[in-house]
């Protein structure tokens, strides 16, 4: 099992950037790949970037590609989010997901992952 806690949202402004951190729980977070989604009001949970187990590979969301950037510290149990050039439409509540996954695979789907953080909000003003 592992807990995850994120951290690090707040309201910015256009422009501007932040880093999101997701703290996780237990000695085995080295065989987990990482993920964040984020949900807007009234909208559904979307997909913005995910990592294997390593941090070798990732994958971003078109929405964030070039913006944005997921990474991982496994000697923290700690997987960031990165945001630049932030934009109003990018305010959301943020969640990072986990799933035990030590194949090297990305996952992009909310039902691929087990675990879930509470969340964090980012408010994004213009």
């Known amino acids: 099992q592992v807990q995850l806690v994120e951290s690090g949202g707040r309201l910015v402004q256009a422009g501007g950037s932040l880093r999101l951190s997701c703290a996780a729980s237990?000695?085995?977070?080295?065989?987990?790949?990482m993920g964040w989604f984020r949900q807007a009001p009234g909208k559904e949970r979307e997909f913005v970037a995910a990592?294997?187990?390593?941090?070798?590979?990732?994958y971003h969301a078109d929405s964030v590609k070039g913006r944005f950037t997921i990474s991982r510290d496994n000697a923290k149990n700690t997987v960031y989010l990165q945001m630049n050039s932030l934009k109003p439409e990018d305010t959301a509540v943020y969640y990072c997901?986990?799933?035990?996954?030590?194949?090297?695979?990305?996952?992009?789907?909310?039902?691929?992952?087990?675990?879930w953080g509470q969340g964090t909000q980012v408010t994004v003003s213009s």
């Open positions: 997901a986990a799933r035990w996954d030590h194949s090297g695979r990305l996952h992009t789907e909310k039902y691929e992952y087990s675990h």
């Open positions: 990592t294997d187990w390593s941090g070798a590979r990732t």
């Open positions: 237990g000695r085995t977070f080295s065989s987990y790949a």
